[in-house]
Nanobody, 123 residues
Framework: QVQLVESGGGLVQPGGSLRLSCEASGFALDDYTIGWFRQAPEGREGVSCS???????IFLDSVKGRFTISRDNTKNTVYLQMNSLKPEDTAVYYCAASRHYYCSPFANDFRSWGQGTQVTVSS
């Protein structure tokens, strides 16, 4: 059974950093593409992705240069390093798994989801 568990969220002041973790169980991480999404009023928006092809992408222009995705297949974990956080980054962040070979910013392309972790950026 594919399971994903996010951790690392919390309350941080503007300009601060957080590292989110997405730990996978029930499958080998290197057989999946993993995406990070966040809940926006209009739906879940794709933030970043690490594909099984080795590709990594940041989808949101607003986080480019501040967020970095990485994976450690030996730990079955994908990370989202978030620096210089802004109040508009406040959201519930989800990781999700897909069997697509390449990255996608679309939530519908991902079948398995974690429960989410809250990130709040506020002074």
């Amino acid at each position: 059974q594919v399971q994903l568990v996010e951790s690392g969220g919390g309350l941080v002041q503007p300009g601060g950093s957080l590292r989110l973790s997405c730990e996978a169980s029930g499958f080998a991480l290197d057989d999946y593409t993993i995406g990070w999404f966040r809940q926006a009023p209009e739906g879940r928006e794709g933030v970043s992705c690490s594909s099984m092809s080795g590709d990594v992408q940041i989808f949101l222009d607003s986080v480019k240069g501040r967020f970095t995705i990485s994976r450690d297949n030996t730990k079955n974990t994908v990370y989202l390093q978030m620096n210089s956080l802004k109040p508009e980054d406040t959201a519930v962040y989800y990781c999700a798994a897909s069997r697509h070979y390449y990255c996608s910013p679309f939530a519908n392309d991902f079948r398995s989801w974690g429960q989410g972790t809250q990130v709040t950026v506020s002074s």
